[in-house]
Each structure stands twice: as structure tokens, then as C-alpha cells.
């Protein structure tokens, strides 16, 4: 599902001009996220976005919490594509891009907050297409090492946040649980209420709290947004 424009205050993202699509799943992670950031007032100064794309994620946090956010991404056309966005932006001067591969990036800082929209699937069958393949399946990146190359660069008391298919959650959840991140707020996700989960957005951290959990649909029986969807979308979206 994707949408052509969003609302950052005086800032448009327009899809049109982004090289890959910017889809509802990621800017409900970026809300859910940000709410949890804010809800929680945690302050977080420096915040790592993992495979940034074309920068929608750190625009969205940008936009409600004052930090400094770094942006990685191996992909060169949604890196050049992340950089333009960023530049046009308000808060240009908090967004930094970095064009590289997150497991040779050097630990400079601890990060107090990441956030990451990896790609989705591990073992699917692949399109044939490169760069698609790269985008939506762990062709460059599985999930193991992505919690490798979390555990290097997250302070010892972050905490990041993840989004994925419902089932392959799990699978990370187990994983994650092994390298020490404990799941402590999530949002499961569901098309319609008519539908079963289809996307789960977690926040981990490394103490292990009960975990709080909730749940999203986005359209209703009348295939209308549901109100909690336009409240925790509208700061963001142009027309909702």
C-alpha cells in the first residue's frame, strides 16, 4: 500500500520523486515509533536509521523528536534519493546520510535510539530483479547480522525499533532474544478488521520488561481508515 504524499509541518515528501515507494506499513512504524519515544519522554540525542531507504523513517522521527539522526544505506539510488530529501527538509542540519554497509560501518558513537525497516524475507523465492530482491529480501543483510550490527552501534541502555511480516517476527524475536534484546512494546498490525495480523512493529531493548502489546487495522468493514489509524497517521499524512 503506498501513498503519494505526506505531511512533515511545512515539508512535503512527494512519492512521485522518490526512488522506491513509500508504504503505509513503514509510516506506521515511523508514528508508532515516535509516539513510543515521546510517550515515554525518553531523551535520545543520536538515532541510527538502518537501511534508510529514501529517508522516510528518520523524516517522520525528525519531525517529533530533537536529535541527531544518521542514516545508512547501501543502495546508491535510494541513498542519493535520501539525501535530497533530507536537504529539503527543516531539519536538514539534524540528518545526516552515510552511503555504506552497516556491518563495516565503524562504531564512532553509541546510538541511543535504532530504528530499522530491513528487508522482509530471509528464505522466499526471489523475483529475479536485483534491486527488488535486495529491497525486500535478506540478500545483503540477514537477520542475524543485523542484530550483530545492532548490538555494536546501540548504547547499553537503547532500544530500537523493527518492523516485519507478522510470522517472520518471530523468528527475529527468537533470534533477538539469543543476542540479549528482550521485546518490550508491540504493535501488531492487521489490513482490515477483517483480516488477520499481516505486519508486527516491535521495540527491543536489553532489560527485560513484561511486554506491552497492541494492535492496528488500517481500513474498517467499510474499507475506510479506522480512527485510531488517522489518529496516530494525520500529523504526517497531506490528506487523511
Not at 74 to 84: F, H, I, R
Not at 114 to 132: D, R, V
Request: charged content about 15%; overall charge negative; hydrophobic content about 45%.
Amino acid at each position: 500500500m503506498a501513498n503519494t504524499f505526506f505531511r512533515f509541518k511545512q515539508f512535503n515528501v512527494d512519492q512521485a520523486h522518490c526512488a522506491m515507494k513509500v508504504c503505509t506499513d513503514a509510516c506506521i512504524q515511523g508514528a508508532f515509533t515516535a509516539q513510543y519515544l515521546v510517550n515515554n519522554q525518553l531523551t535520545v540525542p543520536a538515532i541510527l536509521d538502518i537501511g534508510a531507504g529514501t529517508g522516510l523513517l528518520s523524516l517522520m522521527l525528525a519531525q517529533q523528536v530533537d536529535a541527531c539522526i544518521t542514516a545508512v544505506e547501501l543502495d546508491p539510488g535510494a541513498a542519493e534519493q535520501a539525501t535530497k530529501n533530507f536537504a529539503a527538509s527543516p531539519w536538514a542540519h539534524r540528518l545526516v546520510l552515510t552511503h555504506q554497509d552497516i556491518r563495516k560501518m565503524e562504531v564512532a558513537i553509541p546510538y541511543d535510539f535504532i530504528i530499522t525497516n530491513p528487508p522482509f524475507y530471509e528464505s522466499a523465492l526471489k523475483s529475479g530483479h536485483a534491486q527488488k530482491d535486495q529491497a525486500m529480501h535478506a540478500t545483503t543483510l540477514g537477520y542475524g547480522e543485523l542484530i550483530t550490527a545492532i548490538d555494536r552501534h546501540l548504547h547499553p541502555a537503547g532500544t530500537f525499533s523493527i518492523l516485519l511480516p507478522f510470522v517472520q517476527f518471530e523468528t527475529f524475536r527468537v533470534l533477538a532474544e539469543a543476542a540479549g534484546f528482550h521485546l518490550q512494546e508491540v504493535l501488531y498490525i492487521r489490513q482490515s478488521v477483517k483480516h488477520g495480523y499481516f505486519r508486527a512493529t516491535g521495540i527491543f531493548g536489553r532489560e527485560a520488561l513484561e511486554t506491552h502489546e497492541t494492535e492496528l487495522a488500517i481500513y474498517d468493514e467499510h474499507n475506510v481508515y479506522t480512527s485510531p489509524f488517522v489518529a496516530l497517521l494525520q500529523s504526517y499524512y497531506l490528506y487523511l
